[in-house]
């Protein structure tokens, strides 16, 4: 019944950014990150394709919910509530990798801007810095 629930939540949040997207980034309505706040372009299409995400995997999640309540796999519910944060986290992955790809054709990607699947963790000894 989790993934029914959520699965329609994200899939009605999709519907409605789809219709009324926000018009300037806001943290309680709309996708806002801070490669969507780069410029207004990049804003736009950020929007556009976080409910384009959010209805696709709203859409799997709910289709997943109805064939787990369908085959009477309910009694699971511990493995539902463990993994149906999973299609908004897939949701988000999407439209970022989206919106770096968007930012990168248009040579508009930050100079601060770090990749985090790049990112290398250095093991210091103590607060010092390294030289």
């Known amino acids: 019944m989790i993934y029914i629930a959520c699965g329609s939540i994200v899939l009605v949040v999709g519907i409605i950014w789809l219709i009324n997207p926000a018009k300037k980034p ?36 709910l289709l997943i919910g109805i064939g787990i309540h369908l085959l009477n796999w309910d009694r699971y519910f511990l493995l539902w509530l463990l993994t149906f944060y999973l299609f908004l986290v897939f949701a988000i992955m999407a439209t970022e990798k ?34």
Do not use: C, M
Not at 26 to 53: D, R
Not at 107 to 118: A, G, I, N, W
């Open 98 to 131: 989206s919106l770096k790809k968007f930012l990168l054709i248009r040579h508009e990607l930050p100079r601060d801007y770090t990749d985090p699947d790049k990112v290398k963790r250095v093991k210091t000894k103590g607060f010092r810095d390294r030289k």
């Open 26 to 61: 806001n943290p309680l309505y709309g996708y806002f990150s801070y490669l969507a706040q780069v410029n207004k372009a990049s804003f736009k299409f950020a929007q556009k394709k976080a409910s384009l995400y959010f209805i696709l995997f709203g859409g799997i999640q």
